[in-house]
């Protein structure tokens, strides 16, 4: 890349764009996912009579269920992404490296 | 001698050979040597990154702790797992858009070529040997365990394999061997996860009724115990589980086999969901262990003791759930799931020696294709005897810290100045250099003078460093050393560097004039 390819795809306005939603999804992603985990980690860490009481009765605990769902909430984290990149960031991607291609 | 598992084994053996032989004859360039030619699905390469992070250690390792303390060996499981969203938010496409073999191509990409080169070299082989050994060293005692062969046999079978896969097969090769050994550990752990299911009427809560009762502790398996009753050591080990997953060579490699950004993200979401469903499995084989293994004193030798240690629950789990054969299946499978892992560390590193240290550093480029294969086949040789070697001296010792804190290395040695190089415009040569190395420094000197190594392995009275996991403050240190002596540097060439910065992230973000598949 030339330093003017350099400076016209960063003023491109759906190179700006892209930038903005990705950074956007990435980070309130990356975010989302720490305070998920780190949360459950000072929890086990601080309280863990509070994942140590029984669910419903039983001997199951509120710490299995939690422990259930950061698996299931992980991995649902990963599938938001993913749909949002394919149909929502690609798209624009594809459109920013025809234009630039040019 | 167990006949069924040798049989099994053998099986595995023959037929990932042939795997071998159908990859020779596609490993033509260098491209397809590191990468597979960079053809692999999203799919594919998602199963073999679940199969790298589904090893032996995990299969055996966090059942047997889910069978001794409950809840607490769920707490290992998470830790690795909760890392892969965040690979995939902040790593995964950049990774892909802007390299082409190994995580240095991707940290030297705007910085001078021949320290970053060296120093990514330095930390990829540190992460890889020892990860290697300890592999090594637990591979051995396992199959001289299961299979009833010596140690010194068992080191040197799991070498010669490793070698021949690699050096034939390359990295083609090497994911196919990981993928049909996770297709196989998954669903073995799916059939003894069914059946321990079935043995409790399908009831999770008449499972877990039924450990408490039985298990010495009672109740208090079901909660979080003293694992992780110290804030800071908590916080330590989730930082190093979460980020040392992401600065792991063999794993960083997976990024660079797939076509493109698409199918790097795809595969990040297809080895969560495996590595997830593998952890949820083995709550019901850990606690399903208890009462089905804990109980049954054939499985104990005179004093009470399990028989062949701690590690072996889940096999003796395959017994009591599915007899004989299904023990054997289950041996083969382990044995199988060290060679995968053993064989993708030892690509890893040969990659650095031939690509970063021969190709880039030594030659600047100017070696050739073929000459730049014959490196990287004699790296993974020398890499071989090494482990081998290794293996064979560290037999009697423990090494059980080892494993562990790979990750704790790997997440202070690799993971900040790899993040670093990707999203700082600011970080230079010399600030990427000095990170590195402070890293890789203070995570050492931590460890050694941990309890884990200090008190345990050295027999000291008390450790000088009180947490058992370094990876807090090794990891911060290497952001500063990074952050510090980048601001600081006032050179031409970190003007320059910092210039450069620009470009990178136009192609980090838009893919544009990134390393395509090599069509063949």
Redesign the interface.
Known sequence: MTPEDIDSICKHPDFKQLVRRKQRLNWSLTLAMLVIYYGFVLLVAFSPSTLGQSLSGGVTTVGMLVGVLVVLVSFGLTGIYVYRANNVLDPLNDKVRQECAK | MNWTAISMFLLFVVFTLGITRWAAQRTRSASDFYTAGGGLTGFQNGLAIAGDMISAASFLGISAMMFLNG?DG??YA??V??G???I???IAERLRNLGKYTFADVVSYRLDQTPVRLTSALGTLTVALMYLVAQMVGAGKLIELLFGISYLYAVMLVGVLMVFYVTFGGMLATTWVQIIKAVLLLSGTSFMAFMVLKHFGFS??AM??AA?EVHAKG??I????GL????ID??SL?LGM?FGTAGLPHILMRFFTVSDA?QA??S??YA??FI?YF??LL?MVGFGAIVMVGTDASYRDVNGAIIGGGNMIAVHLAQAVGGNLFLGFISAVAFATILAVVAGLALSGASAVSHDLYACVIRKGQATEKQEMRVSRIATLAIGVLAIILGLMFESQNIAFLSGLVLAIAASVNFPVLFLSMYWKGLTTRGAVIGSMSGLVSAIVLLVLSPAVWVNVLHNETALFPYSNPALFSMSLAFLGAWVFSVTDTSERAAQERGRY??QF?RS?????AAGASKH
């Open positions: 809840y769920l707490l998470l830790g797992l909760a892969w969203p965040i995939l938010f902040l999770t809560e877990f009724s408490t109740t208090a079901m909660a979080p115990g992780l009753s110290n804030p908590a916080i989730g979460m698409k993200r795809k990040v979401f969560t969901g997830g952890y949820l709550i620009l470009a136009i973000m838009t893919g544009i004039g």
